[in-house]
């Protein structure tokens, strides 16, 4: 692809993830996204046929900044505790630059769960390595017997819920202070997995 391609490629990318971070997948028009952009609808529809393909784009290119880094971590002889610092503070990270994800998934999985199970495939997400160290660290006794599978998704659920539930935290819990919820979730990329550590090391 030539050079000037690629940069409007990355113009529509940039302005497609401002966009679906303020107004949402649902509230998001094509039309916005090319201005922001500073193109017409034609050549944006060009690129990207319909939005669907447009947030696919958006989607893969938020996780390819994280995924190959967390498939080095996942096959890597680093200690199980400092895997769960580093998987989940990477993971707090994307929600934050890419707050719409969380939601857009969640829709996803109750309309098309096979687009996202796919995605994902696609993207060579393979766990079955992380999830045999923790059972290796269970076996040693220096973590309590936990199903790996349950300790995974505790610590997908810890990183994703603030940001799914974001218009009820923000308002209950933070009187709608956009500041302070967004130090709250800042400082979860240190206490979730301390948090996750503590409760399944053996003292």
Known sequence: MA??????EQK???AA?????????????????????????????????SKDKLFEGVFREAFFTMVPQVMDLLKSEMPLFEKIRFFTSNYIEIFINNPFIPGFVLHELSVNPKRIVDLLSNMGIQPALFLDQIQAEIDKGIIKP??????????????IFPFVARPILQNILFT???????QF???????????????????
């Not at 050079?3 to 409007?8: A, I, Q, R, S, V």
């Not at 107004?23 to 090319?34: N, S, V």
């Not at 709608?176 to 967004?182: C, G, I, L, P």
């Open 185 to 203: 979730v800042e400082d979860r990329k240190k206490a979730v997995p301390e948090f996750i550590i503590n409760a399944i090391k053996n003292e």
């Open 146 to 159: 936990i199903d790996p599978r349950n300790l995974l998704t505790n610590m997908l659920a810890m990183c």
């Open 3 to 8: 050079e000037k391609d690629l940069n409007t």
């Open 17 to 49: 993830r401002l966009v679906f971070t303020q107004k949402g997948f649902e509230g998001a028009r094509m039309q916005e996204i090319a201005d922001k952009a500073g193109i017409n609808k034609a050549l944006l529809h060009y690129y990207y046929r």
């Open 176 to 182: 709608n202070d956009e500041q302070a919820f967004a």
């Open 12 to 14: 529509i990318l940039e």
